[in-house]
């Protein structure tokens, strides 16, 4: 690891708050949304300081030029848009790790963002605090820089003639509900216009509604889908009904996984088992591939998730991945479990 800057004054509002985020960012999230968040440490002479395991020379983005700041926003927005989409996701699921993860920031405030061999790194992602105060000082992460609840608004001031004007509109309401319950249901009066079979059919309930597409496992009789193949292609198996993912970071950084079915570069996800336990399968597959012809060179990152268990069982889950560069197939084995939820395997394209 390198470290990014030495935070001097300054110290965390709550020591163990990071371990805490960053343990669930690495379980959830593929590594370029990982390697986003650079790590706090306590110096030798107990100053703060953040660091990032990510390799390059370390710049503020205020000292990039102006295309490159432009470059590295957009990789930024990216990964931030990534990550929102999978804390909705998460949500949809009912994982209570989207509570945790929807604190992070969706914007850094100024001076907040580093780059780090082009890729964006943020510092005080968490709250901090100058030293010799117990309130939180002006931190980059803000209570309005953080990743927006759906459906919330801003708190308005409170209107004291609410209540007053309110009033007597709710109870003119209430009777003239009360004269058409009377009306209606008692059928003393017919109505004016004529009742029809209404066209609506009934609610459905989150159970049975149909999930989004990341959620819908693949169907079949027991045969293995038609899996996409190009230049790069990477495949997972394994053999339980269990909520696996597979992820693959390419060179630039940009990562293929469940809820970034594509990249610019051309990588595709096209087939995602088991996806939050729905109609899941014994003997599942996911597949990730670049088309002939649009794979970039260098190299890449494949990490294999334990995303849930479905069945009930806690023992470790054995998988296979299959790695096919240019025709040429290598295939890997190794597990996943609770204790170890993550395997990630490197290789280089051409």
Request: net charge negative; hydrophobic share 40%.
């Amino acid at each position: 690891m390198q470290r990014l800057l030495r935070d001097e004054g300054y110290a965390l509002v709550d020591p163990g708050l990071p371990a805490r985020r960053q343990a669930l960012i690495h379980r959830h999230c593929p590594p370029s949304i990982g390697n986003l968040f650079a790590t706090p440490r306590v110096g030798r002479d107990g100053c703060l300081e953040w660091w990032s395991e990510l390799p390059g020379q370390p710049q503020r983005r205020e000292a990039l030029s102006a295309a490159e700041q432009t470059r590295l926003d957009e990789r930024l927005n990216q990964r931030l848009a990534a990550l929102a989409s999978l804390v909705e996701a998460l949500e949809l699921r009912g994982d209570p790790a989207a509570g945790e993860l929807r604190a992070l920031p969706s914007q850094p405030a100024e001076g907040a963002c580093y780059s780090v061999g082009g890729d964006p790194v943020l510092i005080r992602w968490v709250p901090v605090k100058a030293l010799g105060t117990t309130a939180p000082a002006a931190s980059a992460i803000s209570a309005a820089a953080t990743i927006p609840q759906p459906g919330t608004a801003t708190r308005k001031p409170r209107r004291r003639w609410v209540v007053p004007v309110m009033l007597p509109l709710l109870l003119g309401g209430l009777a003239l509900l009360g004269l058409w319950l009377a009306l209606y249901h008692g059928k003393r009066f017919p109505l004016t216009w004529p009742q029809t079979q209404s066209q609506i059919g009934p609610l459905t309930t989150a159970e049975t509604a149909t999930p989004p597409r990341e959620f819908i496992a693949v169907e079949g009789t027991g045969a293995e889908p038609l899996l996409g193949t190009g230049d790069v292609q990477v495949t997972l198996r394994w053999n339980s009904r269990d909520d696996l993912d597979l992820a693959v970071t390419d060179p630039s950084g940009d990562t293929v996984f469940f809820n970034n079915v594509s990249t610019y570069s051309g990588g595709q996800l096209d087939v995602d088992s088991n996806a939050g336990c729905i109609s899941s399968l014994q003997n599942p597959v996911e597949n990730i591939f670049w088309d002939a012809g649009t794979a970039p060179e260098g190299a890449y990152m494949a990490t294999v998730s334990l995303f849930r268990r479905c069945n009930g069982n806690s023992s470790p889950i054995p998988y296979e991945l299959s790695i096919t560069i240019d025709g040429n197939t290598e295939t890997r084995t190794g597990t996943v479990s609770d204790l170890t939820p993550r395997q990630s395997i490197e290789f280089v394209f051409p």
